[in-house]
């Protein structure tokens, strides 16, 4: 009996904590539920809301059941436009404070928006967020410096130079001091063919350098706002043209105003490689009116006539295949040697859209010989691309 | 005598090429490097984008002088974040651009271009730039009903002076009106394809 006692007990022991258990997890996890929804609804308010980081379009949604009534707010979540155009005394002092920028009408039941309400107050900053963002912020650093190294050729060469020179000097300098101080060898030959090969090296490094005279292949000058291409075509993924956006029409393809920058920074505040201090500068031009004065990195000189539309919009070059890997460039480098020989090779081998350009009508002759099988192909030099007035005038 | 004077003669031609050469070697990425005799080279006038003395606020580009009109712009009268005249542009703008596939093509273009990087390829309003987390704001679909209600008019409106939030920019200045006009067309048949 009393054994009967103890099992009936234990097991209504085990029954109300499987219940309590059960009940708890429901609620718990209903909450949960409660406040991922939440959260997802929020996500349409963050569109012009914030909870604690200042006004964003509308006002900060910190502290706002504090502010007006729940009933008030829930009737002015679910249709504000309606609550101004009814004369609410409180809704149209908000619409003309936030430059009458109404509010569009949202379908949460009364529920979800006091559950959205209870997100908002309960609200605090997810640390993990910014750990991640850190250790982000990490890799990108280490990137970057990967990206240093692997555009280090320019200082490699220096350096090489530097040490060819100081070698084949010394080369000379000794074979000279041995040729009439020392005298240690004996066969004058060795001396002047030391001294024949280190004026040989010197030589061909002037020569090379003065091939590269006037051009400024690997030109990768500090820029005034620290810009990477790198985030912004290539992790962005934004089309160049959207920034330069003239260089379908013009003979320049554009830097982007301030104004364009804030199409995205009116929001995005804070970069991951160098938080904050970099995109202040925007906000900064923009309130001084005082514009960014970017370098120039391609440059050809004014002998030359250049046209951007000319080879995007009729050529459909891709950018990258003058600039480089622009979207890899955390700075702008200049890759090619935009030299004539570097020009004409290219209009020599690139073939023109003749058949389906109806710019091209007029070429009779050639059209003639590409419908004979005279020519199987037309590319710029046959259309005169490579004529000397082409671009020297 | 004769050795001596021969020998540093030798030394200092040997030195002179030296310097040549080192001289040359000065690959700073900050310079821009040398020219040889450089005629034609440097620009004369004023090239775009450059600092000028001639103006107040020393900018070569210059805006067009106040109340001209440039030949083939038209003005866009409406207010920029204005509810009343973008409602207003709707009424009163008509969309000129006939819809054939040469502009479909055009729209396209554009459009995958300055605006599917937030309002997404198929205009859902899931664009890389949302989706990555990048962009905190979630764009406007394209494709529902708010958006496609709206009269062409509108629709311009918002693409020339950005939204009345905020949250989207102007673009009057990317996108030549014609285009603005080829995007919208192009918008329209997002919602077939859908």
């Known amino acids: 009996m009393i054994f009967r006692c103890v099992n009936l007990r234990a097991g209504a022991k085990l029954f109300l904590s499987v219940t309590f258990t059960f009940l708890f997890l429901t609620i718990f996890i209903g909450k949960d539920l409660r406040a ?14 914030t909870i604690g980081k200042g006004k964003l379009v509308g006002p900060d949604l910190k502290g706002v059941s504090a502010r007006h009534e729940e009933a008030w707010l829930i009737k002015f979540i679910q249709n504000s436009q309606a609550m101004v155009l009814s004369g609410d005394e409180t809704a149209v002092k908000l619409f003309n404070e936030n430059n009458k920028i109404p509010m569009p009408p949202n379908d949460f039941t009364d529920e979800q ?9 309960n609200y605090v900053e997810e640390p993990a967020g910014e750990e991640t963002a850190g250790s982000f912020a990490d890799s990108k650093v280490a990137e970057h410096k990967k990206l240093e190294t692997s555009h280090a050729p320019t200082k490699d060469r220096s350096r090489n130079y530097f040490s060819l020179i100081l070698i084949s000097i010394c080369a000379i300098l000794l074979s000279l001091s041995d040729l009439f101080i020392l005298k240690m060898i004996r066969w004058k030959v060795v001396h002047i063919i030391i001294m024949l090969a280190a004026v040989f090296v010197m030589g061909g490094i002037v020569v090379v350098e ?14 005034p706002i620290a810009f990477s291409h790198k985030i912004h075509a290539g992790q962005n993924k934004i089309d160049c043209q959207y920034c330069h956006t003239t260089a379908e029409e013009s003979k320049h393809a554009g830097i982007p105003s301030v104004q364009l920058c804030m199409n995205c920074h009116n929001v995005v505040k804070s970069g991951s490689q160098t938080g904050t201090t970099e995109i202040a500068k925007i906000y ?6 005082k514009p960014i004065e970017w370098i120039k990195v391609h440059n050809v000189p004014d002998h030359v006539y250049f046209n951007h539309a000319q080879h995007v919009n009729v050529g459909k070059l891709e950018c990258q295949q003058c600039h480089g890997k622009v979207e ?43 419908n004979t099988g005279k020519r199987s192909r037309i590319v710029v030099e046959d259309i005169g691309g490579n004529d000397c007035q082409k671009c020297h005038y | 005598m004769e050795t001596r004077k021969r020998y540093s003669l030798i030394l200092l031609g040997a030195l002179a090429i030296g310097m040549l050469g080192l001289s040359s070697c000065n690959h700073d990425p900050n310079h821009p490097g040398w020219a040889y005799m450089p005629d034609m080279y440097y620009s004369e006038p004023s090239n775009a984008y450059s600092e000028n003395v001639v103006f107040r606020d020393s900018m070569s580009n ?6 001209t009109i440039p030949r083939g712009y038209m003005p866009f009268p409406y207010k920029q974040k204005s509810y009343d005249d973008q409602i207003l542009a709707g009424v009163e703008l008509e969309n000129p651009i006939i819809n054939n596939d040469k502009n479909l093509e055009r729209g396209k273009k554009q459009y995958e271009i300055y605006c599917s990087n937030c309002h997404g390829l198929s205009g859902d309003g899931k664009g890389y730039l949302f989706t990555s987390g990048l ?19 509108e629709i311009f409106h918002i693409i020339t002076v950005g939204s009345l939030s905020g949250l989207m920019g102007a673009h009057g200045s990317q996108i030549q009106p014609d285009d603005r006009w080829k995007i919208i067309n192009y918008l329209r048949t997002l919602l077939a394809k859908k």
Request: proline letters at 5%; a negative charge; charged letters at 20%.
């Open chain 1, 36 to 49: 991922q929804e939440a959260k997802d609804m929020f996500g349409v308010c963050a569109a012009c809301h």
């Open chain 1, 113 to 121: 928006v006091r559950s959205l309400l209870s997100y908002i107050e």
């Open chain 1, 210 to 223: 003065i091939q590269n005279l006037g051009r400024q292949q690997y030109y990768s000058p500090e820029q």
């Open chain 1, 284 to 289: 900064e031009a923009l309130e001084s009116g």
């Open chain 1, 328 to 370: 890899e460039m955390d700075q702008i480098v200049q890759e090619s040697t935009l030299g004539m020989g570097w020009c004409i090779e290219c209009h020599r081998t690139t073939e023109v859209q003749f058949t389906t350009n109806d710019f091209y009508k007029n070429y009779t002759k050639l059209h003639e010989e590409l």
């Open chain 2, 62 to 67: 210059q805006l067009p002088v106040q109340g």
């Open chain 2, 135 to 153: 962009f905190p704001a979630k764009p406007t679909s394209l494709i529902g009903d708010v958006v496609q209600n709206k009269p062409d008019g």
